[in-house]
């Protein structure tokens, strides 16, 4: 069984940064490929940035050169480091995992650009 909590969500005005945070618990945590996705307002559940096991690194085209996903398998904690953020990135951002032939998903955390 996993868990997942994510934090750091907030409000902040176009062109400022957070850093999103999801702590694992259960599993073996350097051995499952993480990722985190976003929901809008009105909008499907979509993939922002996924990072593998061996930190390979995949991100959506709309957020390329402005978010950085990383993982510290020590601390079993994946972050989202987002710059640059415009109001069509307001959302709110689920941290994913998927360990044992199953996904897991955090509760989300929201996050909102706007001036």
Same mark, same amino acid.
């Given at each position: 069984?996993?868990?997942?909590?994510?934090?750091?969500?907030?409000?902040v005005q176009?062109?400022?940064?957070?850093?999103?945070?999801?702590?694992?618990?259960?599993?073996?945590?350097?051995?499952?490929?993480?990722?985190?996705?976003? +929901?809008?307002?009105?909008?499907?559940? #979509?993939?922002? @940035?996924?990072?593998?096991?061996? %930190?390979?690194?995949?991100?959506?085209?709309?957020?390329?050169?402005?978010?950085?996903?990383?993982?510290?398998?020590?601390?079993?904690?994946?972050?989202? +480091?987002?710059?640059?953020?415009?109001? #069509?990135?307001? @959302?709110?951002?689920?941290?994913? %995992?998927?360990?044992?032939g199953m996904d897991y998903?955090?509760?989300?955390?929201?996050?909102?650009?706007?001036?």
């Open positions: 069984q996993v868990q997942l909590v994510e934090s750091g969500g907030g409000s176009p062109g400022g940064s957070l850093i999103l945070s999801c702590a694992a618990s259960g599993g073996t945590f350097s051995i499952y490929p993480l990722g985190w996705f976003r +929901q809008a307002p009105g909008k499907e559940r #979509e993939l922002v @940035a996924k990072i593998n096991i061996i %930190g390979i690194t995949n991100y959506a085209d709309s957020v390329k050169g402005r978010f950085t996903i990383s993982r510290d398998n020590a601390q079993k904690t994946m972050y989202l +480091q987002m710059n640059s953020l415009k109001p #069509e990135d307001t @959302a709110v951002y689920y941290c994913w %995992g998927y360990y044992g998903w955090g509760a989300g955390t929201l996050v909102t650009v706007s001036s």
